[in-house]
């Protein structure tokens, strides 16, 4: 005889056995789940690339200190890891085609810092699976969720920026990811912060 658990619903979305709702999934839309799916993905696009103007060059490195990786993982655990895949996936080829909305209202895929638009493609589809297991909802997950994040990020990014520029991977590792662990360290910190407080803020409106 047959145990498993049915599936559960949550704002018009049905959610496998094992898995929980995303902030996004509460919003009250089940009679217009996909135009509300489209809005999300395409307003986490949007973050993303204003986020990105948020930018500072550093001194050595192709690479900007910006705020869109922190928007990227954002995204990605706010809205799961299928529409945290899509909106990072329209913002990497609407960039890639022209859109000036990558880093310093920069365009195109032949920077050398696209690696790391790619990982952060990558990397709101696993933040975004995690948040489906729970993983923004206290100070150490959604720490370990933001590590893992950064790791997949900059695991993309560097190699591509050594193949890129034709540094060495010790050359691109100095410039393309030591300069930015502090400024990471904040990011996380602000998410550790601000999602686990969002949810406590849905209970108690629940």
């Known amino acids: 005889m047959s145990t498993a ?3 559960i619903r949550s704002g018009g979305v049905h959610l496998a056995a094992g898995k929980v709702p995303v902030l996004a999934d509460l919003l009250p839309a089940a009679r217009a789940r996909y135009a509300v799916d489209a809005a999300l993905v395409a307003g986490g696009a ?3 690339g204003i986020a990105a103007q948020i930018a500072v060059p550093v001194p050595g490195s192709p690479v900007p200190v910006s705020g869109q990786t922190f928007a990227a993982l954002l995204v990605g655990t706010a809205l799961g890891a299928r529409r945290g895949f899509l909106s990072l996936g329209l913002y990497a080829v609407a ?3 022209g859109m000036p909305w990558f880093a310093q209202g920069t365009s195109g895929y032949g920077m050398p810092s696209f690696g790391y638009i790619l990982g952060m493609l990558l990397a709101a589809t696993v933040v975004g699976a995690l948040a489906r297991r729970g993983a923004d909802r206290s100070v150490l997950r959604t ?3 933001m590590a893992v994040g950064s790791v997949i990020i900059y695991a993309v990014g560097v190699p591509y920026l ?7 991977l010790s050359a691109a590792i100095s410039a393309g990811l030591v300069p930015f662990l502090i400024g990471d360290a904040l990011k996380a910190a602000l998410a550790m912060g601000a999602l686990p407080a969002a949810w406590k803020l849905v209970g108690r409106r629940g």
């Open 143 to 145: 720490a370990g969720a």
């Open 46 to 48: 949007a973050l993303t």
């Open 162 to 168: 050594a193949l890129a520029t034709g540094m060495s």
């Open 5 to 7: 658990a049915a599936p």
């Open 95 to 97: 960039g890639a085609a």
